[in-house]
């Protein structure tokens, strides 16, 4: 180390490199002498980055458990230490940017899609509908077998109370009779919506 003016040691890039193969033996005390050198400045590049600083702070940890992780990988010709710490700060940043990019851009996406099925009138009536039709098909499973046979062979089937009866074998006044009664039973149920459904 060189000494500053203030006597304190500076580090040389051979001090960083020390302390990197004191790392890969697993040495915590390296980790942390590293750290104190270098934390403010990769804070700083990971906050321009970023600009938020808490995802700041959260690559800077990354960096260093990489580090802890990797420190075996250093090659100390290519590059010093500060250099390689730089690196890594810069791709662990810009790799959170982007992932926080595509959430946002997704999230968005969503947001926007929601804010279309619920603000468009068309989707609001078909909502509607489909709620209404549920509850009509609900009610005619609660009407009596044959009444609901008929009101069904007229609203799905599309057929005239006089072509019901041929097709059944059931008289005509009965077939009227009992869409009467069903129709009644539905309304007291349903009240307005029958109108709408019907």
Known sequence: MQPRDNDTPVPTPDDDAALVERIVGQDQDALSELYERYSDVLLALARRILVDH????????????????????????????????????????????????????????????????????????????????????????ELPAEQRQVLEHAFYGGMAQSEIARVTGIPLGTVKTRTMLAMKKLRKALRAEIRELL
């Open 54 to 141: 808490s995802d700041a702070e959260e690559v800077l940890q990354e960096v260093f458990l990489q580090v802890w992780d990797q420190a075996k990988r250093y090659d100390r010709s290519r590059s010093s230490v500060s250099t390689w710490l730089v690196l890594i700060t810069r791709s662990r940043a810009i790799d959170r940017l982007r992932s926080r990019q595509v959430v946002d851009r997704t999230l968005a996406a969503v947001q926007q899609e929601n804010q279309d099925l619920h603000t468009s009138p068309e989707g609001a009536r078909a909502v509607l509908f489909e709620q209404r039709r549920q509850r009509l098909r609900r009610e005619m499973e």
